[in-house]
């Protein structure tokens, strides 16, 4: 007997991928406008019926608005739909965006390691990008959104 | 891992083409992409001004979309898997829109325009067409619209004579994302592509127009599942079909059937002409790897090639370094111990067609170390105590059969194999092996067996002294038959032989590890533990790879004697670089050129027993790996990581 099993993806999704943009986000990224992004996404492509049988375990558990990291919760009998859909989300409200998985990981514990890791690069890369006047307070919410990933359970 | 993106629009009408194909090319690099191709489509008849015309982006017009280019691309690339300093290849690619027959004409062998694109693809649009682009056409890949009602009906025949030709078939995914109403009627076609094709011959390309189409490696992959085929086979859809195709079109452009290449003779400027990105690409970047512009094939050779400089780094550097190596003695015994190192001797023997018989005695090279005091050994092994004496020593005897000496390299690695061999327990090993030999040895080889030679005489006088002194002990002779059914198979024989004595036992561990490889040589390093423990036994690796069975051990039991070995575990000894004289013999003798017979010969007075074991799986694992392996895959990097490692 196998029990039941999660599959969790840290995907990054790209804003800009046009690099028509300034640094200005044109929008900002929460669980919830993610969430249903991909709800909508799966309803289009799999209908009520994927769309339901993918819902008990999905679940957009963390997101950062800075590095545009998310780590997105499915189960590992459905985990393929809801990446293809992932795949497939065009938008975000209006703005195009396109979504990329970096990790796959079966439990939240490897997730947590490599959505550190991948945090750390891409925080790296911001700071790249947007020189050195990063304010004191983007640091102190980066700060507390890897203590956030560090927190996560289940 | 590669993943490429072999269709990236081009379109020469319109202005805003260049930006797009710039961002196009910039996002496929983030992504982690290490080449696309840029596809220029044709319709009606082919003519002159159809000639390849495409600017290849250059590097800076990139950086200047994206600064931070590098970052963002290492970032994707470590997370995929794709080596750093690869380069990202741009290819230029050719689709003919064909509706009849005629126009299909066009793709011939001998036409010269196609000659001007990297890659050749068709788009059927007719059945007659598409039977014809199966079943002669030359092109590379058939390019299948899928997203409309497709004009002709798939057959299995025909699609099975294009697998068996090697064309490949392409799916382009952009539609996928981009329209609802294609995507319905692109998977109900391409499903049933995929299923006749069942993965092999298909690639995956994006034919993004524009940058929101663009997805990484592992998504289109996944997106794949919606057409029916697994992750596996999505992702050598997306990576190792495309390097295929790539090598082989490249192949038949740049090679005069497909063996001989031909080049410019003033190769550098006119190849940079030719590739103005690489240039620029390559002078640039951490990304490249700053050989130029590296073909697929040329990309292959230098894996090998750098694998072996590996190699042979190894063989001369740990030479020098073997004394320092990790030479501990336990301190079990307190009596006069001598810590032999027993080398273990890899071969590689490069086979001739024919057969030679090789005796070869050996001894079973005790490094004598003088810390114990042991009078006759510390004469030999000078002022050092961790001098070990060389052990390779090859004394040649030749069997009555062996006449004839031929080329034949055989690289003997030494590893450092702690033994406490006790000092009035002379060992003396006769091995006789008979192997194959190739006639083709590679340069390195032969390098090395210069060196070798020059190396072998002094060790040659020493160990005969050895064995003069020694009073003879006797032989455990152990025919060890094995046949080499896969060019590359590996044997390691182990054998240890101990002196007899009860009372002080002492063991000698000779590693013997055989490598026979037909084509390049790549040294297995064997990774060789000896037990702490003290064990009667005598221990034959057996590595067989590739589940052949390579060995048959028929121990002749010659007089069997007590053998008391020990074997004694350092585990300092693991991580001992491996030592390794690398000798040469040149002898040809006659033999089954299957078959190596390994004899070793050893005396002990005493008890005997032979125990075979396997010891130590874990670490003779890599060799397994990389023998099996092919020069392409990761292989040689692995590899040389191990032989630091090691």
């Known amino acids: ?154 | 891992m590669v993943f490429f993106d072999l269709n990236i629009p081009y379109s020469e009408a319109s202005p805003s083409d260049k930006a797009t194909r710039i961002k196009l090319a910039t996002m496929a690099m983030e992504l982690g992409y290490s080449g696309v191709a840029y596809n220029r489509t044709i319709k009606g008849i082919m003519s002159d001004r159809d000639r390849c015309s495409i600017p290849l982006p250059t590097l800076s017009s990139l950086l200047k979309l994206s600064p931070s280019l590098s970052s963002s691309v290492y970032f994707h690339r470590d997370l995929l898997g794709v080596p750093r300093a690869s380069p990202f290849r741009q290819y230029k690619r050719l689709t003919v829109c064909a509706d009849s027959p005629s126009h299909a004409q066009a793709l011939n062998s001998g036409n010269p325009i196609l000659k001007t694109y990297d890659l050749v693809s068709v788009r059927p649009l007719s059945q007659s067409v598409f039977d014809q682009a199966c079943e002669k056409l030359e092109v590379d890949i058939i390019a299948i619209d899928f997203s409309e009602k497709l004009p002709f009906r798939l057959k299995l025949p025909m699609v099975k004579a294009a697998i068996q030709r090697g064309v490949y078939f392409e799916i382009t995914y952009s539609n996928l994302i981009a329209d609802v109403q294609a995507r319905r009627q692109m998977i109900a076609n391409a499903k049933l592509l995929v299923d006749w094709t069942r993965g092999k011959n298909l690639i995956l390309s994006s034919a993004a127009l524009t940058v929101y189409e663009l997805r990484g490696p592992y998504d289109v992959a996944n997106l794949s599942f919606l057409l029916g085929l697994s992750l596996e086979r999505a992702k050598a859809a997306v990576s190792k079909n495309c390097r295929t195709l790539i090598t082989k079109a490249l192949r038949k452009k740049q090679f005069h059937k497909e063996a001989i290449k031909v080049e410019m003779i003033s190769s550098g400027e006119r190849v940079e002409s030719d590739k103005p990105w690489s240039s620029d690409l390559f002078k640039w970047d951490p990304i490249s790897s700053g050989e130029g512009d590296l073909l697929l094939e040329d990309l292959a050779k230098s894996f090998t090639a750098s694998s072996d400089n590996a190699k042979a780094i190894d063989f001369t550097s740990i030479i020098g370094s073997l004394p320092s190596h990790g030479f501990q003695v336990n301190d079990l015994i307190s009596g006069a111990e001598v810590a032999s190192k027993s080398r273990d001797n890899s071969k590689t023997v490069n086979f001739v067609d024919k057969a030679t018989a090789l005796p070869v005695s050996r001894d079973g090279g005790l490094e004598q170390h003088s810390r114990l005091d042991i009078p006759k050994r510390v004469s030999e092994a000078p002022s050092k105590q961790e001098i070990f004496g060389n052990r390779n020593c090859q004394v040649l005897y030749s069997s009555g059969d062996t006449t004839k000496v031929l080329s034949d390299a055989v690289e003997i690695r030494g590893f450092p194999a702690t033994i406490k061999a006790e000092t009035s327990g002379p060992s003396q090993s006769t091995l006789n092996f008979i192997r194959t030999q190739t006639h083709d040895l590679q340069a390195q080889n032969c390098v090395n067996n210069s060196r070798l030679h020059v190396n072998l005489p002094n060790k040659n006088v020493i160990d005969n002294s050895d064995v003069v002194l020694d009073s003879a002990r006797h032989v455990d002779s152990k025919e060890v038959t094995f046949t080499p059914s896969e060019v590359r198979d590996l044997h390691a024989v182990n054998e240890e032989y101990n002196l007899s004595s009860n009372l002080a036992p002492e063991a000698i561990g000779d590693l013997m590890d055989e490598d026979f490889t037909k084509q390049e040589a790549t040294l297995p390093l064997n990774n060789f533990v000896l037990h702490e423990k003290f064990m009667e036994k005598e221990q034959l690796e057996e590595p067989g790879h590739d589940g052949l069975d390579p060995l048959v051990l028929t121990g002749q039991a010659s007089s069997q004697e007590s053998n008391a070995i020990r074997v004694e575990d350092n585990p300092s000894v693991a991580k001992c670089e491996p030592a390794d004289g690398t000798t040469e013999d040149q002898k040809h003798g006659k033999t089954d050129a299957e078959y190596n017979h390994l004899k070793l010969a050893q005396s002990t007075p005493g008890k005997s027993k032979a125990k075979r074991r396997i010891p130590h799986q874990a670490l003779l694992l890599p060799l397994k790996r990389r023998l099996g392996s092919s020069p392409f895959k990761k292989q040689p990097r692995k590899s040389k990581r191990k032989t630091k490692l090691v």
């Open chain 1, 1 to 154: 007997m196998v029990g039941f099993k999660n599959r969790y993806m840290v995907v990054e999704v790209n804003l800009n991928p046009n690099r028509d943009l300034g640094t200005d986000d044109p929008i900002i990224i929460t669980p919830y406008n993610i969430t249903k992004a991909i709800k909508d996404n799966i309803l289009v492509n799999f209908g009520e019926c994927g769309l339901a049988s993918s819902a008990g375990s999905f679940q957009v558990k963390y997101v950062n608005h800075i590095t545009k990291l998310c780590i997105i919760r499915a189960s590992r009998e459905a985990y393929q739909k809801v990446w293809s859909a992932i795949t497939m989300v065009r938008s975000i409200g209006n703005v195009p965006v396109v979504i990329n998985l970096l990790d796959l990981s079966g439990s939240i514990r490897a997730c947590k390691n490599a959505a550190l890791k991948c945090e750390e690069s891409k925080f790296e890369q911001q700071k790249l990008v947007v020189g050195a006047s990063l304010s004191a307070d983007v640091s102190k919410q980066m700060q507390d959104s890897l203590e956030k990933i560090k927190m996560l359970e289940h």
